[in-house]
């Protein structure tokens, strides 16, 4: 009973992600789905399994399950731009199948329950970012998070500019286009890196997928609470955050809220227990 009570939620996660692999597998008719979501829950679970066995390194092997699967397996062998460029395309195209999936389940509406769980777990891009020197921004964070909003646009007028030009070899095309997208996604991401001592620096300023991701995840079910009886305001939280959220506030519109990518840092470090 003990055991079953502290391991619900790994198992909570697999069944959930079980019914979303069952359901697009019986749908789609299609048993890549059923591996595909298989894998990916049995690689989330594994990891807050670890974290719960307190293994420090839990999140990073979450990352590197998922990130590398997406990254080398589906985009790299499988050929599939699961980039936003990948989305649009799928979209433009009426296509209901893979980058368009992917970014309804990780992206769209599965935020409303895990908020940027994606950002902390499976992000490709993250995963290497997250190796850089910088894990706690040394640098308070700066008023430019609008340069999202032209990658944003960036993203949509390449795909919409290719499909209204006369472009043969569409599929050959969107490859490379994965390819170029992820060069130049790692350059800036590790270039700001360093110019802002924040290894976070690109998630915070650049990255477009957040143009989709803070606005769902206000509405998050899964957040992190403060227990205001056992906080002492000591302000370690918001001093390690990667992402420079106020913790310590409740409220939905806690400073930078819509950043917290469930990394859990406030929480293993927090000295109260309090979070
Ligand atoms: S903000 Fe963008 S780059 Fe950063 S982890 Fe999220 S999806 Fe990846
Ligand atoms: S680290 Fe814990 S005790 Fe300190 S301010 Fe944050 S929640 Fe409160
Ligand atoms: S340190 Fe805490 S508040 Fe900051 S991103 Fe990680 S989980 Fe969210």
């Known amino acids: 009973m003990h055991l ?4 619900f939620l790994p198992i909570l996660i697999l069944a959930l992600f079980e019914a979303v692999a069952v359901t697009l597998w019986l749908s789609k008719d299609n048993l890549f789905y059923l591996l595909n979501f298989s ?3 049995m690689a989330i679970a594994l990891g807050i399994f670890l974290y719960l066995r307190k293994y420090r390194h839990a999140r990073r092997v979450v990352q590197l399950l998922v990130g590398l699967y997406m990254l080398v397996y ?8 699961m980039q936003i460029e990948g989305f649009w395309y799928y979209l433009f195209c009426g296509v209901f199948e893979a980058a368009t999936i992917h970014y309804a389940v990780a992206k769209i509406f599965g935020p409303l329950i895990f908020g940027r769980g994606w950002c902390g777990y499976a992000c490709w891009t993250a995963m290497v970012l997250d190796f850089l020197p910088y894990p706690v921004p040394a640098q308070p964070r700066k008023n430019i998070g609008w340069l999202r909003y032209i990658t944003f646009a960036a993203s949509l007028l390449f795909v919409a500019v290719l499909f209204l030009a006369p472009i043969g070899h569409m599929q050959s095309v969107m490859f490379w286009a994965f390819i170029a997208g992820n060069a130049v996604y790692y350059t800036a991401g590790i270039v700001l890196a360093f110019l802002f001592e924040d290894n976070r620096a690109f998630c915070k300023y650049i990255c477009p997928i957040t143009v989709f991701l803070k606005p769902m ?7 992190i609470r403060c227990d205001k009886e056992k906080c002492i305001s000591c302000g370690k939280c918001k001093r390690i955050c990667p992402m420079n959220v106020d913790v310590t506030d409740n409220s939905r519109k806690r400073k930078n809220g819509t950043e917290c990518i469930l990394c859990m840092e406030c929480v293993k470090n927090c000295p109260q227990n309090a979070l």
């Open 74 to 81: 589906l985009g790299l062998i499988c050929r599939e731009n």
């Open 39 to 41: 894998y990916i829950g």
């Open 4 to 7: 079953s009570k502290r391991y």
């Open 217 to 223: 995840s206000y509405f998050s079910l899964l957040r």
